[in-house]
């Protein structure tokens, strides 16, 4: 029974949360899509504002198509891994066309934005004499991605390039090489790395950079190339990594170079060498996306458009909000069960957001968070304010009760 005992502390709160309200907010079960920010859940047709469909690509006609068109050309599965099964000719043009989009001169593609952190980073360092330095903040697959290496791993405070400054250089002489990890944009509370400084910082100690704009690629920079297109500094990052599931509409991930050495990964990355390649639909639909994102800006400047109104709604509301607008809108509430209770109250109302609370979130904060699309339509936002509205009512009535 031993091997079961750790599972019970995280059993008993998923039990009290069920108790006190009947449903489980990290097992929502969208019983049937209504298209990219609609479905059916319990019933009731509900908005969807707790997905990572950015551009609200899913459902794209182009996308549709060509993942169906897929199918029917290259069948359903790949049935293996590029290393030992053979590559696809749509996996290279993919990898050529996300070259080509960004601007670098080599790219891998991956099974998914996980394994691509976890295959770079712990293709790229090595035990023993590798270091690894990544924000506090970074995502699981970053971590897991130091852990599979092996390297020494090195946290430094979010956002805070002094902090990466002073760890790179208490480094020994014994350090080989060094690699520093962090995002673009922040998936939980929505904030924005200096990109611009931690490269600089990385590059004046001889590190080399590994950035992950897996929520940020297709949505921030003036064409959507992500926070070190705005930055300034796209040539200038190492290692660009990035996903298929936000603003591609698929699955798969990417990591992006222009050092010919990533090329190297294909023979070294366990997680690119050993797991089955995307399958022909899920290329398809993320190449389709991508042809169309880059030719078309009109899904970022809705996107942009709807997170704006929503933003500055919630300002208006009192929300205690987690950053500046973005796609990502996440709002503080005081306590664990506060954030609960609010979370409910909201699928009540027939909006879906993410919970996220403690340990999950940084500063042990408790957090509704709102991803805004660029497919929501005015009437999805109406509903998403009503709700929000309403909910800042029931919030202010229970300060005043407490
Ligand atoms: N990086 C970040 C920052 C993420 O938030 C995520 C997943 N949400 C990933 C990578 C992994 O992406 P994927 O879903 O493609 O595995």
Known sequence: MSLFDKFQGTADLYKLLLESTGRDPF???????????????EGKEIVLAGTNNY???????????????????????????????????????LEQDLAAYLGYKHCMVFSTGYQANLGAISALAQAPNDVI???ADCHACIYDGCQLSGAQTVRFRHNDPESLDKRLSRLGDEV???LVCFEGMYSMFGDTAPVKELVEVSHKHG?????????????????????????GVKDQVDFYSGTFSKSLASIGGFVASNHPELEYLRFSSRPYMFTASPSPSNIAAASAALAKISADSSMRNNLWENARR?????????????????????????????????????????????LAIPPGTPNATSILRLSVSAAHTPEDLDVVVNAYTTLAGELAQASVDA
């Open 176 to 178: 080989k090489g060094k």
């Open 207 to 231: 590190a080399m950079t590994l950035l992950d704009e897996a929520h940020s690629f297709g949505v921030y920079g003036d064409t959507g190339r992500g926070v070190c297109e705005a930055d």
């Open 133 to 135: 330095l990544i924000d």
């Open 27 to 41: 097992g929502v079960s969208m019983d049937e899509m209504k298209g990219p920010t609609r479905a059916m859940v």
């Open 310 to 354: 929503i933003h500055s709604a919630f300002t208006q509301l009192g929300f205690d909000l987690c950053a500046e607008t973005g796609p990502v809108i996440a709002a503080k509430l005081p306590s664990k069960e506060a954030a609960f209770m609010a979370w409910n109250f909201l699928m009540e109302k027939g909006v879906y957001v993410n």
């Open 55 to 93: 551009l609200g690509m899913t459902y794209h006609e182009d996308a549709l198509l060509a993942a169906k068109d897929a199918i029917d050309s290259d069948g359903t599965g790949t049935t293996g891994s590029r290393f030992a099964n053979g590559t696809y000719a749509a996996h290279r043009q």
